[in-house]
């Protein structure tokens, strides 16, 4: 069948089907010349046009350019990872931080990340997505002006910030919470006592994770929300539905995409986030209570520990560098892997 | 339950824009009544005002009332979203939920007001509906793919069986065919034929024989300028509009003089 559309209806005509008065005489020119092994033809169509044609091959150069470049550094920080962390895999488990082997060491600290980056994202996306949600859909326009670059605001305030704010403002705070939470609750793992004084513990960093994750996911899902086509919000409204019907029925399908790579960027943020993690955590050994000190993230064990390491701790490091890198590849995969699963239903085709 | 529209004194706005001035207008249950008149005359936006769609735009208001088998819709204590449950409508381009399949497109309507409808029921409604759309025999092997995926008067006429499954007293329709080929126009044509049976039908058309071959009362707006708001300029029996107008903008409309 689709060949078949490609072919024009009539197959059969031939040269000899038309009829002599229709062969042109520039036909016979054209033909003359390339007998005579020239191509002088009088057929307009074929004289090239340069306008136009430079500026083409420029930009078609500089956007080849830029994806060669992308992929030589994403190639080159993975050869200098893996070369660099190659030494700590064979080296005699004894040498390695822990005298146990690589695993023994890094294994607590990818929990640790993990911990925190859910945490974070588990605080953070209800919140991001009503407060875009109420930015697109439901504040007054010039509230809803002002609120927006609020949130742009919060979105630059440099991580450091962050972490001396939750250092000085939060843990404090917090650290009655913690302790009325260890008292209470303290038969739920996660909440077991004792609490610590300072309040400086792996539940405050996923809090102020959160606050750092919220704005990126917020202003993403905002723009996403603000792209839905007007035509399936009032396909929703025209059939009765109120305003969060409208959202669920139209706004948010449309977006899901969209929410789950703001999702990501923000989970990266999360991930790979060191001053604010090594600033506010107290760091040691994995527990499982998050009300306690203790715990470990990968971005700030290399951070504390890189000024002063060198020969094999330098490797074991740039390994647990390495090892975050393959989170991160890995999370961002099952991401696209979600998007994909529901392409067919996402309105592209 | 009679389903008939009257209007009376409505005025509609813009923010401080009046777009269309003093319509006052008696639309019979169970037949079609079609609304012609040059682009911008508000025949669109006075559509619009018969369900509370219009206010969904900001800055949007009426003034006047619309009464659905005498109640007024702009009563201040009537939900706008109660009124558009009982009044239906369907839009100039296409607009099923992409990201639902056709039965769930169907069924949107419905599960808004019964989240507990059993599978048996759904599926009846599903069918009875899409039948009713005159859709039924070309998707019903594929109900469960997405409703992006049918041709335009296909997805026109899943967007109406998508109205007509919450089974509305009214259905609006919005030059529901002006983004269709011939023969989609065709069949949804002869869908509304057989919607009058049972609902009252207000279209909106550009296509003049469109209005003569559907309708059975027509009205005619029509604006003094750009700008000035748009009038009810005559409205009645489509075989006297098109034949024996008594205004002679309706006859130079008609009959392609201007417009």
């Given amino acids: 069948m689709e060949t078949g559309r490609d072919r024009p209806p009539f197959t059969a005509g031939t040269s000899s089907d038309v009829p002599s008065s229709a062969r042109t005489p520039g036909r016979h020119c054209i033909r003359n010349d390339r007998l005579e092994g020239k191509d002088v033809s009088t057929n307009s169509l074929k004289e090239p046009t340069d306008r136009g044609r430079a500026g083409d091959k420029i930009f078609s150069g500089v956007s080849l350019a830029a994806g060669v470049l992308i992929l030589a550094v994403l190639f080159s920080v993975a050869v200098f990872l893996l070369v660099q962390a190659a030494p700590t895999f064979t080296a005699d488990p004894t040498e390695i931080t822990g005298g146990e082997g690589f695993a023994a060491y890094i294994v607590p600290i990818i929990i640790g990340t993990v911990i925190a980056a859910t945490i974070a994202l588990v605080i953070a996306t209800p919140i991001a997505i009503a407060v875009a949600l109420f930015i697109s859909h439901y504040a007054p326009r010039r509230l809803a002006r002002a609120f927006g670059y609020v949130i742009d605001l919060l979105a630059a305030i440099p991580s450091v910030i962050y972490g001396a704010w939750g250092y000085i403002v939060l843990a404090p705070q917090l650290a009655t919470v913690y302790a009325w939470l260890a008292e209470n609750l303290g038969w739920i793992p996660i909440f077991t006592g004792p609490a610590s004084q300072t309040g400086k513990t792996m539940l405050t960093v996923g809090i102020v994770l959160a606050v750092m994750v919220i704005p990126i996911i917020t202003s993403l899902s905002r723009e996403i929300f603000l792209q839905t086509p007007s035509l399936h919000e009032e396909a929703a409204l025209a059939m009765g539905a109120t305003r969060w019907e409208m959202v669920r029925m139209a706004v948010l399908p449309f977006a899901r995409p969209g929410i789950i790579s703001a999702t990501m960027l923000g989970l990266g943020r999360a991930l790979g986030e060191t001053m604010a993690v090594a600033l506010v955590l107290s760091p040691g050994a994995l527990v499982a209570s998050l009300v306690k000190t203790g715990n470990q993230t990968i971005a700030a064990e290399i951070a504390l520990n890189f000024p002063e390491a060198f020969g094999l701790r330098l490797n074991e490091l740039i390994a647990a560098g390495l090892v975050l890198f393959v989170i991160t590849l890995i999370v961002n995969m099952i991401a696209r892997f979600i998007i994909t699963r529901h392409k067919e239903f996402s309105g592209a085709n | ?259």
Wanted: glycine share 8%; hydrophobic share 40%.
């Fill in chain 2, 1 to 259: 339950m009679s389903n008939r529209i009257d209007v009376k004194d409505l005025n509609v706005y813009y923010s401080k824009f009046l777009a269309v001035e003093d319509v006052t207008i008696n639309i019979d249950a169970r037949s079609v009544t079609a609304f012609i008149g040059p682009s911008g005359c508000g025949k669109s936006t006075f559509l619009r005002t018969l369900n509370r769609m219009h206010e969904v735009i900001p800055g949007a208001r009426v003034e006047g009332e619309v009464l659905l088998d005498g109640d007024n819709l702009y009563d201040s204590a009537v939900d706008p979203v109660t009124v558009r449950g009982r009044i239906g409508m369907v839009f100039q381009r296409p607009n099923p939920f992409p990201t639902m399949s056709i039965r769930d497109n169907v069924l949107a309507g419905v599960k808004l007001n019964d989240k507990r409808i059993s599978k048996s029921d759904a599926d009846a409604l599903v069918e009875k509906s899409l039948r009713g759309a005159n859709l039924w025999n070309e998707v019903k092997d594929r109900l469960a793919r997405p409703g992006s995926g049918l041709s335009g008067g296909q997805q026109q006429r899943l967007c109406i069986a998508r109205a007509i499954a919450v089974s509305p007293q009214v259905i609006l329709m919005d030059e529901p065919c002006s983004a269709l080929d011939p023969i989609s126009t065709l069949a949804i044509e002869d869908l509304i034929n057989e919607l009058k049976a049972q609902y009252t039908v207000v279209i909106v058309t550009h296509n003049m024989q469109q209005a003569a071959r559907v309708s059975d009362k027509t009205a005619f707006f029509n604006i003094a300028g750009t700008g000035k708001p748009g009038k009810l300029i005559e409205y009645d029996e489509t075989t006297t509009i098109f034949n024996n107008p008594s205004v002679k903008a309706t006859e130079d409309y008609v009959s392609g003089r201007f417009g």
